[in-house]
């Protein structure tokens, strides 16, 4: 089911010791996310198709959803757009609609590593002040930044128009290509959790053979910014 770890309906304490290890601190966090979505949207987990590692920006019209693993560009690319005015729907997790394919929000900051303070500060003054955290169990710094909008594009979820497989790359200055299903299918399912049952396997694989979706290679955030605004304004 692809990255169960991150959510999981339960949590595996495998150490003899019974200590905490970092993957039980990733199942807690998928539990605890998709326990806070299903009561932001009074659902329970069957009521989902999937729940993605992503993040997703929406003009209200129309919503891109942002896959990839972490540090591939995600953050960056939903900073900026949300600077150019666009609502933020999520930055770390996005649960998907089994009825409809319609994407919810998972509530949180936008998360910002250091190799990007350079590209979003300009955006949010903010941000130059912000304190750095450092996450105990990896050692990566870190820094959040904050919306009141959020929520406001939370209810009653919001249709996803494209779905773009980011990979921020320094050799490759932009590259777009479509992704085909099966590619598309192998990409997602890699960062997302699959809901264990027929139905919901089955809705999570028509919505994913309809929604176009894209690969995009960048290292000219500009370009990729651009290519972003198109698909919403288009």
């Known amino acids: 089911h692809g990255r169960a770890p991150a959510c999981a309906t339960g949590i595996k304490r495998t150490?003899?010791?019974?200590?905490?290890?970092?993957?039980?601190?990733s199942y807690l966090k998928g539990r605890l996310n998709l326990e806070i979505v299903n009561t932001l949207a009074n659902k329970s987990d069957t009521d989902w198709m999937s729940v993605v590692h992503g993040a997703a920006v929406t003009n209200g019209r129309k919503t891109l959803l942002f896959v990839a693993e972490s540090g591939k560009g995600k953050s960056t690319i939903t900073a900026l757009l949300h600077a150019k005015g666009y609502n933020f729907i999520s930055d770390d997790m996005v649960a998907l609609d089994k009825s409809n394919g319609f994407a919810f929000s998972?509530?949180?900051?936008?998360?910002?590593?250091?190799?990007?303070?350079?590209?979003?500060?300009?955006?949010?003054?903010?941000l130059e002040k912000t304190v750095t955290l450092k996450i105990h169990e990896t050692g990566k710094e870190i820094k959040y930044i904050f919306s009141d909008e959020q929520n406001s594009a939370l209810k009653p979820g919001v249709e996803v128009s494209q779905i773009i497989y980011l990979e921020y790359d320094p050799k490759?200055?932009?590259?777009?290509?479509?992704?085909?299903?099966?590619e598309?299918?192998?990409?997602?399912n890699t960062?997302?959790?699959?809901?264990?049952?027929?139905?919901?396997?089955?809705?999570?694989?028509?919505?994913?053979?309809?929604?176009?979706?894209?690969?995009?290679?960048?290292?000219?955030?500009?370009?990729?910014?651009?290519?972003?605004i198109g698909f919403l304004e288009s």
């Not at 490759?172 to 099966?182: P, R, V, Y």
């Not at 694989?205 to 000219?220: A, E, G, H, N, Q």
Request: contains cysteine.
């Open 15 to 25: 150490n003899p010791d019974n200590e905490w290890q970092f993957d039980d601190l």
């Open 106 to 126: 998972v509530p949180g900051a936008i998360s910002v590593k250091p190799g990007a303070f350079k590209t979003v500060e300009p955006y949010f003054s903010e």
């Open 172 to 182: 490759t200055k932009f590259l777009l290509e479509k992704t085909d299903f099966t």
């Open 184 to 188: 598309s299918l192998q990409r997602f």
């Open 191 to 228: 960062e997302a959790w699959i809901i264990p049952h027929n139905e919901n396997i089955i809705a999570h694989l028509k919505w994913l053979f309809k929604t176009p979706s894209y690969r995009m290679v960048y290292s000219d955030t500009q370009k990729a910014l651009e290519t972003c």
